[in-house]
């Protein structure tokens, strides 16, 4: 037996023969601690490091000299300076291709997104030149593609024009843009700044598969107007409007429009699905955009005076981003919607941006900072909010290709950035021609990918409720409006934890025999109960939504063994254990529930016995005093020792 | 060593000497077992009935005769039939005794309660006449004082006349008291109907505390007005517009008010103060209000020639209440202020309703069932709003005198309304002289007692943040406004569970030598690591609002963990165990998180097990087919399990 000294061994079954010698056994009992004091401030000051910084950010900089301190704070700051030492040529290369094949899918996609929000297609270009680059200097993925998104640029778009009709007020439209994207910026570096990057945590998986999928079926249902060739469409978001404006126009569906919007659709639907899959020929789905776009131009270029019913994007201004400090708009009148539109793009591009940057980060095994991630993108949107760009953010379709194509850095989005400003510079009147039609077939097909119908199938197999969520998005999103429709998904999700913490489990163990185990009855078939003991185990903090529960639930348990033991004419029922090894947390209501309990046991002739508390627990239930109320017999460190310790005392005083 | 078969023993510190002959004995290794295989109808009608019926109804139902269920359905509809056949002179004499007691508090603290809702007083009594007859049919509770109370008076007196102005639109103001009375009932017996009653749980005792103490401050300084002899005050509700209409009308003051209203103030303070030093005088508390009322009556009465100071009752009509089922008023101008009305006093009446029938029957052993109650008070203020009352329930200082008086059943409610009701025949021309001033003396003498510093004090000692809650609702109130108040100490309270979500607690664990028990690093010194693991526990559920928190937490223990093992030069880390009891749940999100930990841990080259994961969690592990993927030696029951037959296997594999 070594020196151990635990001489229980085998008191665990007290149910069976062996039992009888329990008297002469020595029972050792361990005494449950509390927790080593702590004065309130330094509770505090534990409870806010562990909420605001549960990374410890400073851990790096322990035990360094001056030298290094400063050298790791700017490169806290700037990730550039962590990498940018050991570039070379070879990644540069690795670069400038991924950049380059990114720039090919970013132009087309940046112009379309651009019209997606409802602004003019430059927009969507200039959104593809600064943001990029302010990211490659603060941002700490290293595969981000970043530029316009669809879902950002949807949201942008139907929460603005619901207000502010982007055709007959296009000058304040644009202004709320640029104002909404300073907002979101300012608003995603607030969260990083001050570490409350949890709360994008609040939107689940399950929300966000409901939601993009949701959005995803809107855009597809907008680009009908482009591919239909309609002119008069509904500013409306919602299913039943957008179908209703479809057939109404039937009138102005032009067959040229359908016949090569379809065909390029088929085009650019079949290289993505060959590149789906065999992913090593991902490079024809990130040209293939760009090519339909160039051939789609000439196209619409040879038949221009054939035929007017293909709509194209006409004049586009030449030249580099122009400022736009001065179109911020800090007025009262749409300042509220400005906001509102910030705070929800802002959340929903940073969920977005985040989650790619992580995926990616996991895949390449690297880190990538949340908090430090949301400061860059914060930073980089406030400044495109001043340099004509909106809401910009990590593209996962992008992103996707760009690591494909082997980027390595950072530097991919200079490269990306760079054949944007050639463009801008020498390239726009080019664009004169190309058609709105292929810019449709480009987010659609884009968009089509959001549609993640696996995974909605994987959370309805595993967790039926987290397959609700997903449905409340999806159906919110599709048929109420876009940020209702999250807010009631985000809701839903919040009354599950809810409803978990206020109707807890509570489960009946049993001794597995031959051994010190304690499981529940149900689960394990060779558990028995102990006689005499109603062991409970409770499976949730003790607040005041579950205490009176709680309270009720553990009476009847006992209601219904007494019963049971009536029955089967078995030992009288003596004492109920109560396992707290899952009760995490409690707050005085809980503690009251614990009083009482004890007391109307009591005049059940029951006695109540707690088993390991956990530390915050303890502390709680000692200032409270009812530790000493409970007594010594009251408190054991293991069900196992609780059980031993209560019979031998029994048999002591010579009771069955 | 009896039958037992487990063959660990010593194995559980594999740190010391003994643990060398490891390879030797045969480690017995249980299996974690999936719960019972159960349908999802079968899975949804489980959780249905643990949401919605905790409590068993339908258990005394069942193996009974046909006859006996009709008569349980009665009794269980009607309380009455269940002590009705066995009631006797005896319990009578009681009941009258205690009946008039509180029939005598009940007049003129109805009258006192109906002004404080800017009510006319007859209100008040007829408010104290028809709900205790259907409560004592009703209910369940036996020492229950049914009638008008302070808290719900005053909510319903501020939340209607910032709308409606009392005395400028008495008619209509006194229309939606009714109409709100009227939802008020129709939202509590569809609690109790639907078995929602564990909304009113989220009121927690902390909030309560706060908002009573605020509540009683608010209606302490209305009564100025009364004491003061002010005749323009202010409407609002607020601490600063109170104090400030009190100070802006000093010219209003009226000496004889003032003397009169402090020296009967002084007498009824007095008296309670007596009643609660010597509880067996509680009749002197009792009795005083009735009699101050006389008193001054009379008083006023041989002085109404000498001064017209003193403000006075006036007329109040004779007779029983009349019907106002025309009154209630379902248009849609103030249709959503009285149904939230209705609801913020439903809600209040109700909690209060419980709280004070639950701590009685506590105190004298027996059970209040909670939905039945809902629908008692319910259906109560239902059939009140159709005949002249407003919002009534279970009033905590009227209940405690009725169980001092020695009341039995329910029958005290109905002496007390036959006492009301010869009143309202005979009595009213008496009230004519009644004074105001002694009116806002009975009102503060009552609501003083509900400032219960001592509860939020022991709030302070034992938690911080149940605190916090408090004050926020007092201020609140204070402050803001009463429905806001509610909702900010409500709000607070939610967070508080999500923020115990969001960062739930991971604690390192230890082995306490010689024994087979894990425990907690920090609190048990005697714990110590167990070389090449390192244990976790997780305190919370795993949910998609904590498990990016988790995770990363988990992989900062593993770097702490490894440079410690550097400094020290200690065995390498080889294997990190997540002791998963108190993961009450997982969601989808949870489970990804699982995944991807396992995933990052295996490229550093660690090894992660899963041990004791609950009954659901253990499901859903299943269906995601992480558990295949973990394979055998990946989980286990306790924790001494895997650290044995790790430790083993690594043995028979030669590595140290």
Redesign the interface.
Known sequence: ??????RI??M??PN?E?AANARETVVEI?SV????KKT?FQK?KKRFG??FF???PLERFRNQTWRNKVILGLQSLFPIFTWGSQYDLKLFRSDVISGLTIASLAIPQGISYAKLANLPPIVGLYSSFVPPLIYSVLGSSKHLAVGPVSIASLVMGSMLSESVSPTQDSILYLKLAFTSTFFAGLFQASLGLLRLG?VI???????LVGFTAGAAVIVSLQQLKGLLGIVHFTGKMQFVPVMSSVINTRSEWSWETIVMGLGFLIILLTTRHISMRKPKLFWISAASPLASVVISTLLVYLIRDKTHAISFIGHLPKGLNPPSVNMLYFSAAHLALAIKTGIITGILSLTEGIAVGRTFA?LK?YQVN?NKEMMAIGFMNMAGSCTSCYVTTGSFSRSAVNVNAGAKTAVSNIVMASAVLVTLLFLMPLFYYTPNLILAAIILTAVIGLIDYQAAY??W??????FFTCMCSFFGVLFVSVPLGLAIAVGV??I??????????T?EFGN??????Y??L????EASRVPGFLILAV???L???????LQ??IL?WTREEENRIKENNDRNLKCIILDM??V??I???G??AVF?LR??LE?QSLQLVLVNP???VME?LH??KIIESLGLSGLY??VGEAVSDLSSTWKAHGQP
Chains 1, 2 share one sequence.
Request: hydrophobic letters at 25%.
């Open positions: 037996m070594g020196h151990g000294t635990n061994e085998d665990s079954s069976n062996t361990h601690c509390l927790p080593p309130t505090l562990d909420v549960p990374d410890d949890f945590d609040f939107l689940s998986k399950a929300t996991s095994n949340g994987k959370l197999k595993v967790d039926k409720f987290d999700s919040v599950k934890i809810l409803l978990h913490v206020t109707r807890p489990n489960l597995i025999p031959g051994t010190q185990i499981q529940s149900k689960r394990y078939r499976e949730s903090p607040y005041f939504a579950n205490c009176t529960y009720e639930r009847r090894t899952a995490s947390s707050d005085t209501s503690i009251e009482e007391r109307r005049k956990v530390g915050s709680k200032k409270s460190l293991t």
